[in-house]
């Protein structure tokens, strides 16, 4: 019941995002990152009846990471509109990105401590992927590279790390 609710409400919220033509905004993307990787709780429940514990984990974990990627690109348009000349980069999203970061990293380090070598591997290649990227991006030929070729690296990265944690929580 808690979970259908959630779905509706959510429905709701993202109608009216997209009629007021908000779709891009980074909180609403991340909303929607955390909504969507919500699925395996949903799996969990509609597989078992209940929620499986480790699945809590998948989900925040997941959710975590596409939290770094959605801010690492947002950092990537903004630092490709300061190329431009259309005004100076704010580096908002480039230091909460780098903070996201911080948080996978210990999150990684938490998972080698219980030893759960898979998990962390998951999260130091999420990290070490988008700390190329933000890297990168100080770079002005690094910036000219496509967004489909951007976008192409970090699904083939998200899901490297989607693969990797399942084998983790396996």
Not at 57 to 84: C, F, K, N, Y
Request: glycine share 8%.
């Amino acid at each position: 019941m808690a979970m259908g609710l959630g779905v509706g409400a959510f429905s709701a919220l993202a109608i009216a995002v997209t009629v007021k033509n908000r779709q891009r905004s980074t909180l609403f993307q991340i909303a929607s990152a955390a909504a969507l990787t919500s699925s395996s709780l949903a799996t969990s429940l509609s597989a078992t009846g209940a929620i499986a514990p480790w699945c809590w984990g998948l989900w925040l974990l997941r959710a975590m990471q596409s939290t770094a990627g959605i801010l690492v690109v947002h950092a990537r348009l903004d630092a490709r509109i300061a190329l431009r000349g259309a005004g100076p980069a704010t580096h908002r999203f480039r230091r909460a990105a780098q903070v996201a970061l911080i948080a996978l990293a210990c999150a990684a380090v938490a998972a080698a401590i219980l030893v759960r070598g898979w998990i962390a591997l998951a999260l130091l290649l999420a990290v070490t992927g988008y700390w190329n990227d933000l890297h990168g991006q100080r770079d002005p030929a690094t910036l000219q590279i496509p967004l489909k070729k951007v976008g192409q690296r970090a699904l083939a990265l998200s899901s490297l790390f989607a693969g990797l944690l399942i084998l983790g929580f396996w």
